[in-house]
């Protein structure tokens, strides 16, 4: 028996069109006690997911970048919104691609101040410094349940 792989060809985004969409469920806090286990598990599979759609798209120059930011916002949302379901999109418009999360709940989402030893706060720095490399932009909407990050698509990558 002889098995052939078949490649189809990438598609390069250029206009409005998805990278990815996903929504899923997690487990609803209770005071300050950390997610569970099973949750803070699919900011890794989502980011294993969002890096093969970015590949797919043509936008593998872009992978790093974007997953750690998409491991941040998610991260964010299970640790500060009290939320019980999150969403992450990712489609590319005008030239940018652009990363939202919905979680729901009202706040804003804004760098802390980390600590020498601490082991988290860092996540939105890392994002916001991130996001100035790149000539991006990121902020809150929606009473900031919403919070969005826009980079530019480099040259190269568009068709």
């Given at each position: 028996?002889?098995?052939?792989?078949?490649?189809?060809?990438?598609?390069?985004?250029?206009?409005?069109?998805?990278?990815?969409?996903?929504t899923f469920e997690v487990a609803p806090r209770r005071g300050s006690a950390p997610p569970p286990d099973k949750d803070?598990?699919?900011?890794?599979?989502?980011?294993?997911?969002?890096?093969?759609?970015?590949?797919?798209?043509?936008?593998?120059?872009?992978?790093?970048?974007?997953?750690?930011?998409?491991?941040?916002?998610?991260?964010?949302?299970?640790?500060?919104?009290?939320?019980?379901?999150?969403?992450?999109?990712?489609?590319?418009?005008?030239?940018?691609?652009?990363?939202?999360?919905?979680?729901?709940?009202?706040?804003?989402?804004?760098?802390?101040?980390?600590?020498?030893?601490?082991?988290?706060?860092?996540?939105?720095?890392?994002?916001?410094?991130?996001?100035?490399?790149?000539?991006?932009?990121?902020?809150?909407?929606?009473?900031?349940?919403?919070?969005?990050?826009?980079?530019?698509?480099?040259?190269?990558?568009?068709?």
């Amino acid at each position: 028996m002889t098995t052939t792989a078949v490649r189809t060809s990438k598609t390069v985004p250029n206009r409005a069109e998805d990278v990815m969409g996903l929504t899923f469920e997690v487990a609803p806090r209770r005071g300050s006690a950390p997610p569970p286990d099973k949750d803070m598990l699919r900011v890794g599979s989502t980011r294993r997911i969002a890096a093969a759609r970015l590949r797919r798209c043509g936008l593998e120059t872009m992978t790093d970048d974007v997953t750690l930011i998409v491991s941040e916002l998610l991260t964010n949302a299970l640790l500060h919104s009290g939320t019980t379901e999150i969403s992450l999109t990712i489609v590319v418009r005008d030239g940018c691609l652009q990363i939202t999360v919905r979680d729901g709940m009202a706040g804003c989402a804004e760098p802390g101040e980390a600590y020498a030893g601490a082991e988290s706060g860092r996540g939105l720095a890392l994002v916001d410094n991130l996001v100035k490399e790149n000539g991006g932009a990121w902020g809150t909407s929606d009473a900031g349940a919403v919070t969005w990050c826009r980079l530019a698509v480099p040259a190269k990558e568009k068709a």
